[in-house]
């Protein structure tokens, strides 16, 4: 029972149970120890699955116990392993150890780690139910369940009110998504008759529809739509992504494993893991380019103008993101996962890096108060550095491979929707590279901007914090080139095997042949974002004021994120609230309280009153009530 | 279907007892209300005692000689005498007690037509079972006085009830003693017994006192 | 007068004759022998219920037997009435030993007037005439008339006493008037030529006569309107007194409601089906409204028993006798526990009666505190306890009887009532305590307590038994 794969997926539970019940006994050392070495030991064995799983290509089901028999409904508890589960538990497990290790340091001032410990362990093990799930269902208890860790881990500073108020963005803006993805699970039960992914596809091109107001919809078209919509919200799409800022209230390790690393690609995975189903109705995956593509660009916009240093990161992970989908929306999945990878490994080592700066500025997270930082830490800043090249795509890092493959594959898809990704992610590689810089130019190049006590203890972090930098840095260096062959490379059919799906014009082939100027576009961008950046953050540190008077709209558009946030409060949030004064005021508590309720307690009690009036103590008029009784009673009698 | 005025037409004697019986029923029915309209309460227990003998020239109509005496002995006789004294003895301001009878009037007069109303409408159509006329009582000789056709049952037919009837009248006998007597405690007695035991050693002490000492 | 008739009197006579020796020894050996004739009353209470037990043991359901001139008729709906009936007056009478001698009114006749008041009972409920049911009647009436002033020297007391007469003659009256005018349309007095007239031919002045008549008993059984009688000599008569009135007369009083609706006047059952519903809806929610607001335990609990009389009249409304028996044999369970908790409430000598005197009793004395908390949730009808279930019977009847209204009142009536129930439970729990009673020597009460609080909690296993019972009875009484 206690093989290998079952504890790499509930060692973290374990870690869980313990730090959660057992944090007060523990001690705060005891928890984080603990749970950091049950996730050490988790990612370990991960290695070991992606060694069996990926790369000798077995697969697996284990099934644990039956969940629910209801009727024709059943749904098992399964662990089910391929090469899509075992990339994901490296990444997960790998990034979450990491993040875990960090921690035990970046949060040594906080007296509740034994409780920052357990969500964070709670949050991992979530997610490798997410990832091993056998089925919809199970999927969706691990989806829920990294939304409620997310929900708490940026809640963790609960008296915060902004954190407070974060926290329920994200969930209750996951909440439209996840509702979507309910009712898509609901529309696949429908069509297909079973929930498990084996079922599923074992009946593809099913012909089912819906019926609708009168309209007769496509059940599966409808369905897969209702599921993207689900990824979306847990993938921060354009439309649904207006927590992913917000949630950068959290503390940063939480900002890099949950919100860079892994439960942000939870939506990229499911699509992945459901590829097969997706390849058979193209008009979503033409849905999924477009908002792929117009995420990855928007973002990058908004990324450019701000200031607070995790802000620029989240944006930029919204934009990598957009990328993931457009891949998948083009069918180039195999892209998508590299891109994930890749993106796991750089993005969480710049978060954390980010985190590194906090920490050494002692919490200072705005940009403008940065600067001249690379002396004093200069092990962060070279790290920084190399996550920031893997992002911006700088060829022999990772970013390098990923992106291109999706560019590639994009512009090789020869459809109108891939055309336009194309060109919306070239604009925003360019941007990514231009706001990277940016970044790394406010931060640690320059003059100092911050007090001079500020800067007097600027320190650079313990080994605990900068150990896991440097994993996640061999990661962004190395993972692109290694991992080519096996993710889009010759070597992908022996990789994935029937996992991922290939449509019958297989775009990652397509990608490697594309012409010459098309190939080079992207490194091109990227090369010329940095320098643009250089030009404007440190040899001519006026040109951006000057662009922000040329464009104040444009400015103020990117600046206050495409307005989406006003837009939300005016059209949803206001009316929602007043709707809910409406029923609160006028229907709980005047009409169903004060008619229901409070009004029969009252009306009791008046009655009681009356009756103790009529309760007068004399005789005779108990007397006359009885020969009055007797008058109605023989009325009634002898009617 | 027969009436009870017509039944009443029928009785021996057709025009005197007629005529008798509404003269006695309206002096009743007055004597009635004015016992509680009365402002002196001896004159209600006076016009009681009124309604007490026009009931019992009634019951002479119906030919029960026997319970028109007893009304006249027992209710006239003993219970109005009493209630005489009582109201003569006692200190009640009926004033007092006279105005809450004005307030309540409409009320009550409303409650007391409604029950009248009901009582002529059941009167007016008033009918009998089946051999109800006739009695369907234990036999007993007809020609006998009605006095004497008691006599032939209490004893023997309703000898349970009337033994029961014993029984509440001892209740109300321990309840009058129950609620008001009163072990005197102060009475000196002669207790002959505590008398007839004392020995002089008991009570007696001889002391011999030396002359010129004192006790 | 053969024996076997005069057998059906039995337990009167016996009880009569219990009641005379010890009447004669109370007089003669005075204020000493009370404790003696008190137990020896209980003892006799006990054993004629036991001989009555057994005579019920192993007769068909269709038994019955009728005594001299026809005057009584015993069946086994009367014998089970009259076991409840002298089972709980036992019980009631154990209970107030300790009261009486502490208010120094501890003498023999109140054992003698028990007795008396419950051969009272017993006759009226064998009564198969209406002079014998006028008798019977009228003798437990003024033996509770002396009981309710039997503290003579407490104004309440005389008060409730003198009310309770006078309102109790006023009901005689109509009773008698109403047996007058039935008597005028069957002459005749027996019940069962009365039913038979009645079943023949019906007249509107004998239907008034019935009116009269239910009136009467309905003033007995104290439903509303003509209960408010109830709250007064319940607050005034003395605590043990207003123990055996809640539960005793009210058990008899039903026996004769039910025996007399299904017997002379059963040709009229469209009539007072017609009628009672409404009554009992009045009754439960009366009874569960005015309770609101008092602070008296003992009102309050008169208003509790109102509204039980209502619940148990909705199982006679829906033509359910059945329901009603176990309803009230449960019913007296309940009461006779809360009285006793009532009894043991007192402080420097002095009985404590009302809600606030309950302060914080789970912190100075747990025990009484949860028993009185079993009875009071038993009373709200909460489940497991037992007065869930008899409520749940009575419910049941009324659905079948297609009285849904009566049940939907019946709810929203047990909801009113629940917070009276609750608020006494929430001040034994949540206020802040007063100071301790004095010590319980009183070993009845306390074993009374116990006992009516344990048959609140196994009364779930008790219910089918009990019901069973009242079936047999009632199978005589409603063919």
């Known amino acids: ?639 | 279907m027969e009436t009870f005025l017509a039944y009443l037409n029928e009785a021996p004697g057709t025009v005197l007892p007629g005529l008798m019986f509404y003269v006695l029923a309206i002096v009743l029915l007055y004597a009635g209300v004015m016992v509680i309209t009365a402002r002196n309460p001896v004159h209600s227990v006076l016009f009681l005692i009124l309604a007490f003998f026009n009931a019992a020239g009634l019951f002479l109509l119906l030919g029960a000689e026997f319970i028109a005496m007893l009304l006249v002995i027992v209710y006239v006789g003993a219970v109005a005498v009493l209630f005489l004294f009582v109201v003569m003895m006692l200190d009640i301001d009926f004033e007092q007690l006279r105005k809450g009878f004005v307030r309540n009037l409409p009320l009550g007069l409303l409650a007391g037509v409604v029950l009248a109303a009901q009582g002529i409408m059941f009167a007016i159509s008033w009918s009998f079972a089946e051999g109800a006329k006739e009695g369907k009582g234990p036999t007993v000789l007809s020609s006998a006085t009605n006095t004497e056709q008691i006599g032939q049952v209490l004893y023997t037919h309703y000898m349970l009830p009337f033994q029961v009837a014993g029984l509440v009248l001892l209740v109300a006998m321990i309840g009058a003693i129950v609620l008001t007597h009163r072990g005197n405690t102060g009475v000196k007695r002669q207790k002959v017994a505590a008398q007839n035991s004392r020995r002089p050693a008991d009570v007696l002490k001889l002391n011999s006192v030396n002359p010129g000492e004192g006790v | ?479």
């Open chain 1, 1 to 639: 029972m206690l093989s290998t794969e079952v504890l790499a997926v509930f060692l973290p539970l374990l870690g869980f149970v313990l730090a959660g019940a057992l944090g007060r006994r523990l001690g705060a050392h005891g928890a984080e120890y603990l749970t950091t070495a049950l996730m050490l030991t988790a990612a370990a064995l991960s290695i070991s699955l992606f060694g069996t799983y990926a790369l000798d290509g077995q697969h697996t089901t284990i099934t644990l116990m039956s969940w629910m028999s209801v009727g024709p409904l059943s749904v098992d508890w399964a662990l089910r392993f391929d090469a899509l589960t075992a990339v994901m538990l490296v990444v997960v497990n790998g990034v979450s150890a990491m993040v875990h290790l960090y921690s035990i340091g970046y949060m040594h001032h906080d007296p509740h780690r034994p409780r920052f410990f357990a969500y964070l362990s709670l949050f991992t093990f979530a997610m490798l139910m997410l990832v091993t799930a056998d089925n919809l269902i199970q999927l969706f208890f691990g989806w829920e369940g990294v939304g409620l860790a997310s929900y708490l881990l940026i809640n963790f500073w609960y008296k915060k009110p902004s954190a407070n108020a974060a926290s329920m963005k994200a969930f209750l803006v996951n909440r439209v998504g996840d509702f979507g993805f309910a009712l898509g699970i609901m529309g696949i039960y429908f069509a297909f008759g079973t929930v498990s992914f084996d079922g599923i596809f074992n009946q593809l091109g099913i012909e089912t529809s819906f019926k609708l107001f009168g309209w007769t919809l496509d059940a599966v078209t409808l369905s897969c739509l209702l599921l993207f919509m689900g990824a979306m919200g847990k993938s921060a799409q354009l439309g649904l992504h207006t927590w992913l800022p917000d949630a950068m209230e959290g503390p940063t390790p939480v900002s890099a494993l949950i919100h860079a690393a892994t439960m942000v690609t939870a939506g990229v995975f499911m699509l992945c893991r459901l590829s097969p189903l997706f390849e058979t109705v193209p008009e979503v995956l033409a849905v999924v380019t477009i908002l792929g593509a117009l995420t990855a660009f928007v973002a990058a916009t908004i990324g450019l103008t701000q200031f607070d240093i995790k802000r620029v990161i989240a944006y930029s992970t919204m934009s990598q993101l957009g990328y993931m989908f457009f891949a998948v929306g083009v069918g180039a999945y195999g892209a998508a996962m590299f891109h994930l990878m890749t993106h796991a490994f750089f993005k969480a080592l710049l978060f954390l890096g980010a985190g590194s700066v906090i920490h050494a500025l002692s919490d200072e997270q705005d940009l403008r108060n940065m600067g001249g930082l690379w002396k004093k830490i200069p092990v962060t800043w070279a790290l920084m550095w190399i996550g920031s090249l893997a992002l911006a795509g700088v060829p022999l890092f990772a970013g390098y491979y990923s992106k291109d493959i999706i560019l590639e594959s994009a512009w090789a898809s020869h459809s109108a929707a891939g055309q336009f990704a194309w060109y919306m992610g070239i604009a925003a590689a360019f941007m990514t590279a231009f706001y990277s810089w940016r970044l790394l130019l406010m931060a640690f190049h320059g003059q100092p901007r911050a007090s001079a006590e500020v800067m007097s203890h600027v320190h650079e972090s313990p080994f605990v914090m900068l150990l896991p930098l440097l994993v996640l840095a061999v990661g962004a260096l190395g993972s692109g080139a290694y991992a080519y062959d096996w993710f889009v490379g010759e070597g992908r059919f022996e990789f994935w095997r029937t996992t991922l799906a290939v449509g019958e014009h297989d775009v990652i082939h397509a990608a490697h042949d594309v012409t010459g100027w098309v190939k080079h576009m992207p490194t091109l961008m990227g090369v010329s974002g940095i320098f643009l950046a250089f030009i404007a953050y440190l040899w001519v540190p006026k040109l951006p004021g000057a662009l922000v008077r040329m464009f104040p709209s444009l400015h103020a558009l990117f600046y206050r994120k495409w307005l989406f946030d006003e837009l939300y409060n005016a059209l949803c949030i206001r009316p929602a609230l007043c709707l809910g004064r409406v029923f609160w005021q006028s229907g709980d508590v005047r009409l169903i309280d004060g008619l229901g309720p409070n009004k029969f307690a009252e009306a009791t009690k008046n009655a009681a009153d009356e009756l103790h009036a009529a309760q007068s103590g004399y005789v005779y008029h108990y007397a006359f009530v009885v020969v009055f009784g007797l008058a109605a009673l023989l009325i009634w009698l002898t009617w």
């Open chain 3, 1 to 479: 007068m053969d024996l076997l008739s005069l057998s059906t009197l039995l337990p009167e006579i016996t009880l009569t004759l219990a009641a005379l020796l010890l009447l004669m020894v109370g007089v003669f050996m005075g204020d000493r022998v009370t404790n003696a004739v008190t137990q020896f009353a209980v003892l006799a209470l006990l054993l004629v219920a036991a001989a009555l037990g057994a005579t019920m043991w192993g007769v068909e359901a269709d038994f019955h037997l009728t005594g001299p001139q026809g005057f009584v008729d015993v069946s086994l709906f009367t014998s089970l009435i009259k076991l409840m009936v002298l089972i709980t007056a036992a019980g009631a009478l154990l209970l107030a030993t300790g009261y009486l001698r502490r208010e120094e009114i501890y003498k023999p006749e109140y054992a003698v007037l028990v007795l008396l008041a419950v051969t009272g009972m017993c006759l009226m409920l064998s009564a198969s005439n209406f002079l014998m049911l006028y008798m019977g009647l009228e003798m437990q009436s003024l033996c509770l008339y002396v009981l309710a002033a039997f503290r003579r020297d407490a104004t309440r007391a005389t008060e409730a006493g003198l009310k309770y007469f006078v309102l109790g003659a006023l009901a005689s009256g109509l009773l008698l008037y109403g047996i007058s005018l039935v008597y005028g349309f069957t002459g005749s007095l027996s019940f069962a030529e009365v039913a038979t007239a009645l079943s023949q031919d019906s007249s509107r002045g004998a239907l008034v006569g019935f009116g009269f008549i239910l009136v009467a008993l309905l003033f007995k059984v104290s439903v509303a309107p003509f209960h408010m009688w109830v709250p007064d000599v319940y607050e005034g008569a003395p605590t043990p007194v207003t123990a055996f009135f809640s539960v005793v007369p009210k058990i008899a009083a039903f026996g004769l409601l039910m025996k007399v609706c299904y017997g002379p006047f059963a040709p009229l059952q469209d009539k007072w089906l017609w009628l009672l519903p409404v009554l009992a809806a009045i009754t439960m929610l009366w009874g569960a409204i005015a309770a609101i607001g008092q602070t008296n335990l003992k009102r309050l609990l008169a208003y509790s028993s109102i509204g039980h009389v209502g619940f148990a009249l909705m199982g006679l409304a829906a033509n359910d006798p059945r329901s009603v028996i176990v309803y009230l044999a449960f019913y007296a369970v309940m009461s006779l526990g809360v009285f006793a908790v009532l009894l043991l409430m007192h402080r420097d000598e002095r009985m404590l009666e009302t809600i606030d005197d309950l302060a914080g009793l789970s912190r100075v004395h747990p025990g009484l505190a949860a028993a009185m908390a079993i009875l009071m949730f038993s009373m709200a009808g909460i489940p497991p306890l037992v007065g869930f279930f008899t409520k749940l019977y009575v419910f049941v009847a009324a659905v079948q009887a297609d009285l849904i209204w009566l049940a939907v009142i019946g709810a929203v009536a047990s909801v009113v009532g629940a917070y009276y129930y609750l608020n006494v439970i929430k001040v034994m729990y949540f206020d802040e305590p007063v100071a301790k009673y004095d010590r319980f020597t009183d070993g009845n009460l306390t074993g009374t307590v116990t006992a009516m609080a344990v048959l609140s909690v196994a009364g779930l296993l008790l219910i089918a038994p009990v019901v069973m019972l009242a079936q047999y009875a009632v199978h005589l009484l409603k063919p």
